[in-house]
């Protein structure tokens, strides 16, 4: 039913932006209006219709459904958690904005469109996240951090502006766009392990470190322009294309 009907939710109540919500299993729940909670959990099996409306979320988030819709998904909690198995699909960005956040390591998420990081904000990545559009950044120290063992995969631009953090152990960044894609230099120059996916070309952007393996599915180019260095410390492993110079 709708959030705005006090039938929908189980305390016949609509719950007040201070206070949770969880959309249970089997259930969808559609936005009337901009809508603001404090930890809110979307469940295996529930979705979320956000009707183009917004969320603001200020407490902890957790997607092991679907939230669908064209409307912002904003994470506005000081220090909060992200976590699901779930999927935000169709046209709706997702914002971080006013706090940090931490994405758990057992989540396992898919952003469909955009995820803005605002100025001066750190997402530290312990989980899977794969981001079909743009990863964002509003100014050079909006950051994504990287931790160990964590995975990201980039299905297109990755912070041109903005700060990529990923050199903690065994962590994977994964460029995988279906067309051509800039490979972000990250702080130090330095990635883990690095995989080129997708299809077009993956072009360096300066000269790049690599601690562990490198993997190549598609083109990777060390950009004839300036003829960027790679240093890799594990494994190189090319089922693709490696274009040292063009």
Same mark, same amino acid.
């Given at each position: ?37 404090? @930890? ?18 200020? $407490? ?59 100025? $001066? ?10 981001? +079909? ?42 460029? @995988? ?28 952007? $300066? ?25 890799? $410390?594990? +494994? ?11």
């Amino acid at each position: 039913g709708s959030w705005d009907d006090t039938n929908t939710w189980n305390c016949l109540c609509i719950p007040a932006p201070a206070e949770d919500a969880v959309i249970a299993a089997g259930h969808t729940v559609t936005l009337a209006a901009a809508t603001t909670i404090n @930890n809110f959990t979307v469940q295996t099996n529930a979705t979320l219709d956000d009707a183009g409306f917004d969320m603001m979320v200020n $407490g902890n988030f957790v997607l092991n459904g679907a939230y669908n819709g064209c409307g912002r998904l904003r994470l506005d909690g000081i220090n909060t958690t992200i976590d699901g198995l779930g999927t935000k699909a169709l046209n709706g960005d997702v914002q971080i904005r006013n706090g940090n956040k931490t994405v758990l390591s057992s989540a396992n998420l898919t952003i469909a469109r955009n995820l803005r990081i605002l100025a $001066g904000l750190t997402v530290t990545n312990y989980g899977i996240v794969t981001i +079909n559009n743009n990863l964002i950044g509003s100014n050079a120290a909006s950051t994504w951090l990287n931790e160990n063992n964590s995975r990201l995969n980039a299905g297109n631009a990755l912070l041109d502006i903005g700060t990529l953090t990923a050199f903690s152990t065994s962590n994977t960044v994964n460029f @995988n766009r279906g067309a051509n894609q800039n490979v972000k230099l990250p702080s130090a120059s330095t990635y883990y392990h690095l995989e080129i996916q997708g299809s077009g070309v993956k072009s360096l952007t $300066g000269n790049t470190i690599i601690l562990g393996n490198l993997t190549i599915a598609s083109t990777f180019d060390a950009d004839a322009s300036f003829n960027y260095n790679l240093t890799i $410390g594990g +494994n190189w492993n090319n089922s693709g294309t490696f274009n040292e110079l063009l």
